[in-house]
């Protein structure tokens, strides 16, 4: 019988559902081999198939037997699983049939792959309660998860767009485009200072991917967007928004100015 869950809700211990209870005592009687040849069955109709609350059970369990390998497995497999129920980043909307990407659908997913890997890095070092609900019922605990990116990714475009954008044509303010403007660190005229250009590239390096793309195609000289469909656009090369590349550029702009200033100040 699979150990006693220890999360408590009213005074009550949680409990897994009975068919998950014995799914986990199946599992318990045959080898880890046999178990680890089953962990790669993805069709949940094949009778193999183990139910992702049986998964966790098992990744769960190596903290006692520090099976660093089986760990590994499983969990590479309950990650697959996690990232199928989660919005795909890609959207319908780019020009000649190419896809957008959803920086929304790209902040959910990483809001819950990342703290769905810190309980499980947590749970290994002690015990996290929290996944006791994910032994209950996974599919409900994450779609919890899932909302809670939302609401998050929610919060932060609002907060975005309450810096200068205008409502009508999400195109940043003409007060905060120049605003920007001014504030450039990458601007011709900096440029021009070897020592100031070699601190700017090593603030560049520093940079989250997405970001440094943006200001690199910006130094190349490759402009936002443009009407023009034969004129190359960071637009295009990265099949975003202009919003979306206004924002990148913006965020690259404030982390670049705090770099330099942090090592003027060393």
Do not use: W
Request: proline share 4%; charged share 35%; with cysteine.
């Amino acid at each position: 019988m699979a150990v006693p869950l220890r999360k408590l809700k009213d005074g009550v211990l949680y409990q897994r559902r009975l068919l998950v209870e014995n799914a986990i005592d199946d599992l318990m009687k045959v080898s880890r081999s046999d178990q680890a040849d089953r962990c790669k069955i993805a069709d949940p109709s094949d009778p193999g198939y183990i139910p992702s609350e049986c998964l966790l059970h098992l990744i769960r369990g190596c903290r006692s037997d520090n099976s660093d390998h089986f760990f590994a497995m499983i969990f590479r497999t309950l990650r697959r699983r996690v990232l199928t129920r989660l919005p795909n980043p890609a959207i319908k909307g780019g020009g000649e049939g190419k896809s957008l990407v959803s920086q929304r659908n790209i902040a959910i997913k990483e809001y819950v792959v990342d703290r769905f890997q810190a309980m499980l890095v947590q749970d290994r070092a002690g015990y996290d309660e929290r996944l006791d609900y994910y032994e209950v019922n996974f599919d409900a605990a994450l779609a919890t998860l899932r909302l809670d990116g939302r609401k998050k990714a929610l919060r932060e475009e609002k907060r975005s767009e309450s810096i200068g954008y205008d409502d009508e044509t999400s195109e940043l303010n003409a007060e905060v485009e120049k605003a920007a403007a001014a504030q450039n660190p990458v601007s011709e005229s900096k440029l021009d200072d070897p020592v100031y250009r070699s601190r700017l590239y090593a603030a560049i390096e520093s940079l989250p991917d997405n970001q440094r793309r943006v200001i690199e195609l910006l130094l190349r000289g490759i402009q936002i967007d443009s009407q023009e469909p034969n004129i190359p656009t960071i637009v295009r090369f990265l099949g975003c928004t202009e919003k979306t590349a206004r924002n990148r550029r913006d965020r690259a702009y404030a982390a670049i100015r705090k770099a330099l200033e942090m090592e003027e100040d060393a």
